[in-house]
């Protein structure tokens, strides 16, 4: 029987220390995908490690192209640290993020620097995926800020609204402007796209900065002009209908009016050129 060749040794090796990671990490694995099917903010979690992965491959020959160093074994050994008293406090945020500085760690030991800095990218569009326990809290004072807004510009328009609190009342019926109207959910995915297109065009790091800034402003302004249909379709066929008509398929419908205003904003701040 022949010996298993270098190569064959060398995959055997990385699908153990994959399999090590999973056995090490499976309580916080789990809390994620948990997280993700019943969080409504954190709904495309699963797309992004998907996408972190692909970035891995593509630049897996300059993660063999530098020397390893023995620089990352204080990050591993951190990682490793932090994972277990995440642990005994079920911390699972934590935990999470102490397996990408563990990955960052690997990186340097497999190929240095120059592997930690192909790595770095997907580790942070990993990062991105993790549930923040206080993102929650932004809920209520972005609901109230956009019923204010909205109202405001009802008015302006001539749509005759009465607002009290987060509750706007138009036509035969009032709408209250809750957690999932707030624009939370279009406010979150929209900042993990616009890192991932500027981590990804070949434009200046002060233009990257600028597109990542203007995504908040921007997933806003697409939920308040969502709101704002909603109250004039109110207006125009009733509260029932208008409800109907616009506050399901409105949402999916405001977030792709961000995404293409994200993206023309890109454009505007240089060439638009998305490198895997």
């Not at 699972?92 to 990186?107: E, N, T």
Request: net charge positive.
């Amino acid at each position: 029987m022949s010996r298993p060749g270098p190569a064959r040794l060398e995959r055997i090796g990385q699908l153990a220390l994959l399999g090590l990671l999973a056995w090490l990490f499976a309580p916080s694995l789990a809390w994620l995908v948990r997280t993700w099917q019943a969080h409504p903010y954190y709904s495309h979690g699963p797309l992004l490690p998907l996408l972190a992965g692909l970035l891995v491959w593509r630049r897996r020959e300059a993660l063999r192209a530098g020397s390893p160093s023995d620089l990352g074994l204080p990050l591993v050994a951190a990682g490793l640290l932090l994972h277990l008293a995440a642990l005994r406090w079920e911390a699972h945020p934590v935990s999470a993020l102490a397996l990408l500085l563990l990955l960052a760690g690997l990186a340097l030991l497999v190929g240095g620097r120059p592997a930690l800095r192909a790595a770095a990218f997907p580790i942070l569009i990993a990062a991105l995926a993790i549930p923040l326990p206080w993102v929650e809290r932004l809920a209520p004072p972005l609901a109230a800020g956009a019923a204010r807004a909205t109202a405001s510009a009802a008015l302006l328009l001539g749509i005759p609204v009465v607002r009290m609190g987060a509750q706007l009342g138009v036509a035969d019926g009032a709408f209250v402007v809750g957690a999932p109207c707030s624009g939370l959910n279009s406010l979150v995915a929209l900042l993990s796209l616009a890192v991932i297109v500027a981590g990804l065009s070949p434009i200046a790091w002060s233009r990257r900065l600028s597109l990542v800034l203007l995504a908040a402003p921007l997933a806003l302004a697409a939920n308040g002009a969502r709101l704002l249909g909603l109250l004039w379709a109110a207006e125009a066929f009733g509260a029932e209908r208008g409800l109907a008509l616009f506050h399901g398929p409105a949402s999916p419908a405001a977030f792709a009016l961000a995404t293409l205003g994200l993206l023309g904003l890109a454009s505007v701040l240089g060439r638009v050129d998305v490198r895997v």
